[in-house]
């Protein structure tokens, strides 16, 4: 029984983190990880004032460089 209750967390826990990846991509942010994807310059037509301030470490710059 304890296997069970076990198992069944860690599904959950699972299934949380594919449910919120899933909700960031319709949104559209490129770079999940990234703690200002939202505001990140391929989201914002390139412009960097104001946007990710991730420099770029995050990889959503990829196609900027």
Known sequence: MES?????IIVAIVG???AYI???KKKG??????P???ACASKNKGSLEGG????GSCGCHADEE
């Open 36 to 38: 200002s994807a939202g």
């Open 52 to 55: 990710c301030g991730c420099n």
């Open 29 to 34: 942010v490129r770079c999940i990880g990234c």
């Open 4 to 8: 069970f209750i076990v198992g069944l």
């Open 16 to 18: 949380a983190a594919v």
């Open 22 to 24: 899933i909700k960031e």
